[in-house]
């Protein structure tokens, strides 16, 4: 069974940047797809970005294409998201998560969908001043 923990937030003014990681332990990061949901106070929990087991492809919501990039390391079991060009709107808690093993390559929304994620980190809190 894989265990994450997200790092990496904090506050920041709009415009700035951060880079999320989370750290998964057990043997099989390397086989699961890596997705970053949000949840704002008051708001469902909602889907950021994902990438498939090797890397090849990449998923992003309309909300952060362009300024977010998620990558992955499978020889370190991390996964990370650089957000740039922060936006007040991005405040929340961010959350990793495994899963989503039976989506194909070309299945947007089956990465999107929280319900394909079979592990979830605790979360980490990202405030965007303006």
């Known amino acids: 069974q894989v265990q994450l923990v997200e790092s990496g937030g904090g506050l920041v003014q709009a415009g700035g940047s951060l880079k999320l990681s989370c750290a998964a332990s057990?043997?099989?990061?390397?086989?699961?797809?890596m997705g970053w949901f949000r949840q704002a106070p008051g708001k469902e929990r909602e889907f950021v970005a994902a990438i498939r087991w090797s890397g090849s492809s990449t998923y992003y919501a309309d909300s952060v294409k362009g300024r977010f990039t998620i990558s992955r390391d499978n020889a370190k079991n991390t996964v990370y998201l650089q957000m740039n060009t922060l936006k007040p709107e991005d405040t929340a808690v961010y959350y990793c998560?495994?899963?989503?093993?039976?989506?194909?390559?070309?299945?947007?929304?089956?990465?999107?969908?929280?319900?394909?994620?079979?592990?979830w980190g605790q979360g980490t809190q990202v405030t965007v001043s303006s």
């Open positions: 998560a495994a899963g989503a093993a039976r989506c194909s390559a070309s299945a947007y929304g089956c990465y999107a969908s929280r319900y394909e994620y079979l592990v």
């Open positions: 057990g043997r099989t990061f390397s086989s699961y797809a």
